[in-house]
């Protein structure tokens, strides 16, 4: 009997590993140049808007969108060696990631024409950044819970009321797509009345309050949102049928390589130790880590080419993220088990720095996205459990 | 000769209907029924070249034997015939033994392989050899005095020990003193290819075997009933059964992916083979473990059918080489370009 989770082998992909030589190199002249340095988790804390755009002058943002708003019209299979390229190497991706990732292709999907070509070419340029507004101070997991509201004012435009937290990034983005209540709870169906709308982050009435996570990094905001008008046709997708966008969403969101490769720069590290040591112990320790970035690398990879045509597997993805985030973290307690290290932030020993970033960012990984304990309830429905 | 691969399934499935897994006992070592079954319907010689006296059809066929043989806890040498001895013996010019005979493959180092005139002897005892004893001819990877040979013989003259592995497949040992054997020197590369298969071979049956494992635990928490309701509809059930399954979905992408750089010949083949085998050796812990944790009492017993499987993956995922043999070849290998080198070996692998 075969695995309901299992999809379909990626096929090898000339044009993927054609662009990953080109990334691969970038980045090297860019690291001897000096303009950036390498750091784990740099999806989330690595803010470099000039890194941004010399990606975007590359064509390596919005990769897959229509060459009309400022795509390229190449693979997901691409799209994958690019970000992963760029993961692997630690490189500040995080001004434009979430837009480049998600945001875009939410616009490109529920946008309007307008909303498409004023926005898209300007993500695909590195120029401009989105964040996600979903989670609230009193809705985390349970996001159908949300209290944030719009209501029509006599202009058809919506005045938006309430907050929205740990918002990657708010405080250099431009724009949100925020979910909001349009309509009051339905107790038969707590899923409608909800609806994504997108919002300029630079109007009157919205206050960004920084959240310093566990390094003291301001990467997390606070968005309230008082008495917002919010123009009427900023409405994305239809009215009511937010909780549906966002969870059609979910494929790109969760199966990508930063759902792995989050602290893979300290597992580079720890290959540099081991290289230099040979410590038998150290050696298999790797090995077992390799397996493992090995095994995710095939999943993700199934995604992007179930991407490429045309599905959206949000299960397997769920798997992916799951499983994925689970080995960020165990890469710390690997390393640990091996190798005499002091973690440190501000080490002149690379090993030491980067373990101790990846520690005190770890607990986010298996948080951020979506809990890996609401991920395995998704696998469960997948299973046929629920 | 069947190439598409879902009659092969569909036929392996049928015949495995009519033999039940059994436990193996010295009266009973293997499923001998179910070999002749499988070798009257031509499929122990499929993806093995005609020309050598094989059945044809290509390695992604006798992958999906190999896959439902081990799923349905076969007792019958295929993976060793069609993934590892057939294809060794092939590759060094060797005459294919009759496929409807069982061939096997041993690892032995400590059997040396001597020329006298134009013939061979081995000398040694070949340790842990799979179907020591069951097999007709066995392919052992043996010490010649100018570096590795693989050596055929028949092994019916053959005093074998009558050692199992803890789902009693034999795995006994075979005592050879100048017994005479086909011989034919390999190179460094053949060599490490050849672990590498034996290697990807228990994986693939690993894969197959952890995914029934995972549809059994589905299966038995959909029907089994406490506290008036299916054990399936527990959170903590369900915690459990997802975690199996991403194991499981791991185990199996990267299985298939190094399957395909075994069937494409990619030069990095042997870090492929060697990455799933690791992978798959580390979930079984997970998977067997919550496996038996849901199954409850009842899959602790002979009566239930869950050990079948479960005892074979504790056994496979040793076999062929554990995961701390591999881990170290893989991470030695994926080094082996100076310390910086890892990420690039990382995407090369597979």
């Given amino acids: 009997m075969s695995n309901p989770l299992t999809l379909a082998p990626a096929p090898r992909s000339e044009a993927a590993e054609r662009v990953r030589g080109e990334v691969r190199d970038f980045l090297a002249e860019e690291l001897a140049a000096g303009t950036f340095s390498t750091h784990v988790d740099t999806w989330l804390s690595g803010v470099d808007p ?10 390596w943002l919005g990769m897959t969108w229509p060459k009309q708003y400022g795509g390229h019209e190449r693979t997901a299979m691409e799209r994958y060696a690019v970000t992963e390229e760029l993961l692997a190497a630690g490189a500040p991706v995080a001004a434009h990631w979430i837009a480049d990732r998600q945001s875009g292709p939410n616009l490109l999907q529920y946008g309007t024409e307008k909303q498409r070509q ?18 609230e101070p009193d809705s985390g997991s349970d996001l159908a819970s949300i209290r944030t509201k719009a209501t029509r004012n006599e202009a058809g435009d919506f005045v938006v009321n309430g907050a ?13 797509i925020v979910l909001v209540r349009t309509s009051p709870v339905d107790t038969t169906n707590r899923h409608a009345g909800m609806s994504q709308l997108l919002i300029d982050l630079s109007l009157p009435g919205i206050t960004i309050n920084p959240i310093r996570i566990l390094d003291g990094g301001h990467h997390f905001n606070e968005v309230v949102f008082e008495d ?31 759902r792995f490769l989050s602290t893979y720069p300290l597992m580079a590290e720890f290959a540099r130790r081991v290289a230099a040591s040979g410590d038998p112990a150290g050696l298999v320790a790797l090995g077992r880590l390799s397996a493992r970035v090995l095994a995710l690398r095939q999943m993700s990879l199934r995604i992007a080419a179930a991407l490429d045509r045309g599905e959206l597997p949000n299960i397997p993805a769920a798997l992916v993220k799951d499983v994925g985030t689970t080995f960020e973290a165990d890469v710390i307690e690997e390393v640990r088990r091996v190798v005499d290290v002091l973690p440190s932030l501000d080490s002149p020993d690379p090993l030491a720095r980067a373990l101790a970033e990846a520690q005190l960012h770890q607990p986010g990984f298996t948080l951020r996205g979506g809990t890996n304990e609401i991920l395995r309830g998704i696998v469960a429905r997948g299973l046929g459990l629920r | 000769m069947a190439t598409d691969q879902d009659l092969v399934i569909e036929t392996v499935r049928g015949l495995l209907a009519k033999h039940e897994p059994f ?3 010295p009266e009973r070592r293997w499923d001998e029924g179910l070999w002749s079954a499988l070798a009257e319907n031509g499929l122990t010689g499929v993806g093995l070249p005609e020309s050598a006296g094989g059945s044809g059809g290509d390695l992604a066929d ?81 010490t010649g005095p100018e570096g590795e040979v693989l050596a055929l013989l028949p092994t019916a003259d053959l005093p074998a020990s009558g050692a199992v592995n803890l789902a009693g497949e034999p795995r006994g040992s075979l005592t050879l003193e100048g017994v005479p054997a086909l011989v034919a020197p390999l190179t460094a590369a053949q060599v490490r290819e050849l672990r590498a298969g034996f290697a990807l071979a228990r994986a693939v049956q690993l894969a197959a075997a952890l995914e029934q494992v995972l549809a059994w635990t589905v299966q038995y928490a959909g029907e089994r009933q406490q506290f008036g309701r299916a054990l399936a509809k ?61 199954h409850g009492a009842i899959g602790f017993t002979q009566e239930h059918k869950l050990h079948h499987l479960t005892k074979r993956l504790w056994s496979w995922r040793d076999e062929a080489g554990s995961e701390l043999v591999w881990s170290r070849v893989l991470a030695q290998g994926l080094l082996a370009e100076g310390p910086d080198g890892l990420w690039p070996a990382l995407t090369r692998a597979v």
Wanted: hydrophobic fraction near 50%.
């Fill in chain 1, 164 to 176: 929205k937290v740990w918002t990657s990034n708010a405080h250099v983005s431009h724009y949100g």
């Fill in chain 2, 234 to 294: 527990f959170q903590a059930i369900q915690m459990e059964l997802a975690e199996m399954a991403g194991e499981v979905t791991a185990v199996t992408a990267l299985t298939d992916a190094a399957v395909q750089a075994l069937g494409h010949g990619d030069e990095n083949f042997s870090l492929a083979a060697a990455a799933a085998k690791v992978r798959a050796g580390a979930a079984v812990e997970v998977v067997a473990r919550l496996a038996h944790q849901v």
């Fill in chain 2, 23 to 25: 436990d193996p006992t």
């Fill in chain 1, 228 to 258: 917002v008008v919010v123009p009427g046709d900023m409405l994305l997708g239809e009215e009511g049928n937010g909780w549906h966008q966002v969870t059609a969403e979910l494929a790109f969101e969760r199966s990508g390589p930063e």
């Fill in chain 2, 62 to 142: 006798a992958v999906a034997i190999v896959r439902t043989l081990a799923s349905g806890a076969g007792a019958v040498p295929v993976a060793e015939q069609l993934l590892v001895a057939g294809p060794a013996v092939v590759a060094a010019g060797l005459p294919l033994p009759p496929v409807d005979e069982p061939l096997t493959f041993g690892i032995a180092d400590g059997v040396a392989a001597s020329p006298s005139g134009d013939a061979w002897t081995l000398t040694g005892t070949a340790t842990d050899v799979a179907w020591a004893g069951v097999a007709a001819h066995v392919a052992l990877l043996a």
């Fill in chain 1, 118 to 135: 004023e926005i898209l070419p300007r993500i695909a340029r590195g120029e401009c950044y989105f964040v996600i507004g979903m989670s």
């Fill in chain 1, 50 to 59: 000039e890194f941004s755009r010399k990606l975007g002058e590359r064509g």
